[in-house]
């Protein structure tokens, strides 16, 4: 039997396991951010909210830096080498993982190259979005200061750089905020904790060592390995159209379509390919998983958590529906069971 969606993710939700990308330096209880200066006080004020999450985001793509980026999520903790340009038009990126398995990630705008030096073997993609750390999440600015409210706290020394210290607080319970910690000159993130409502982080993400400003050196975005032989895997999922999909969808107020695919997750087994629905409020995002025919696959009443990651499975009819995000585990819960098959898919119509 072909492994299935649950079984897939199921192992990112476990106690103990580690996910793609987590977050940096641990830290068992958030540090109080020294008084800000009279200039950073004068700088707060003279910054919309709007305009410190732009100049947050334009950062992340435009300036140059390279550096040793430490996540942890729960007791785990991983390492990466990145460095990172902007030649004008579009960026590029190197990112070497420390840790665990080789991989490495080379990216030119939205095309990403991941290799594997174990298997000789390279995946090529594309990302849509960017979302990731030291990026604070795909939507725009007004976008995100629907759900969140923006504080601007005072100062904190970060890799041996002075950074202003931001909290991105949620409106209700459906989501987590963000603390945020950005380097003074240049804007770029340096710092970032997921934390729930009591401000404790579930997930934290840092530079341990950090250059600013470097010049473009295209040798530094080379491979680590010759890949000639290897092989050659392209993911190009299947668009598809959500109301045209047999599906009913609720996703939670503020959160919008983002994209919906169709996957193999499994690409040497047979079988039909897993509908993918991502939803985003523009910084966190919610994933829904419909996997048809998925046999006897067993679900759990509860929902699973790993750091700021939830996820939970249930059955609707032969289908095995799974609901992963970056949310509290209410939020996946309520997604899961909003899920239906459209009126006009079913026996009869």
Known sequence: MRASTASRVRPFLLPGAVLSVALGIASPTLAQPTSPSRAVAAEALARTDVQWLQAIQAAAERVNYSGTVVYQRGGAMQSSRVV?????????????????????????????????????????ERRLEQDRFPAIGAGTPAEILEHYRLMVLGTERVADMECRVLVLEPKDDLRYGQWLCVEARTALLVKARTVDGQMQPLEQMAFAELKLGE???????????????????RVEPQPIDVDRSGWQITPPPGFRLQRAVLRNLAPDAAGDATMQVVYSDG?????????????????????????????????????????????????????????????????GR
């Open 84 to 124: 990172h340009f902007f030649d004008g038009t579009v960026s590029h990126e190197r990112l070497q993982v420390l840790d665990g398995r080789r991989r490495e990630y080379i990216r030119r705008d939205t095309e990403v190259r991941c290799l594997y030096p174990d298997t000789k073997r390279v995946r090529l």
């Open 215 to 233: 010049r473009l050196d295209r040798s530094q975005l080379k491979p680590s390995w010759s890949t000639e032989g290897w092989a050659i895997e």
């Open 283 to 347: 910084l966190a995002t919610v994933s829904v998983f419909i996997e048809a025919n998925a046999g006897d696959t067993p679900t759990h009443d509860e929902v699973r958590r790993h750091g700021p990651t939830s996820g939970f499975a249930r059955r609707v009819g032969d289908a095995l529906v799974t609901v992963v995000g970056e949310v509290p585990p209410g939020t996946v819960r309520q997604v899961a069971q909003s899920v239906v098959r459209s009126p006009t898919s079913l026996p």
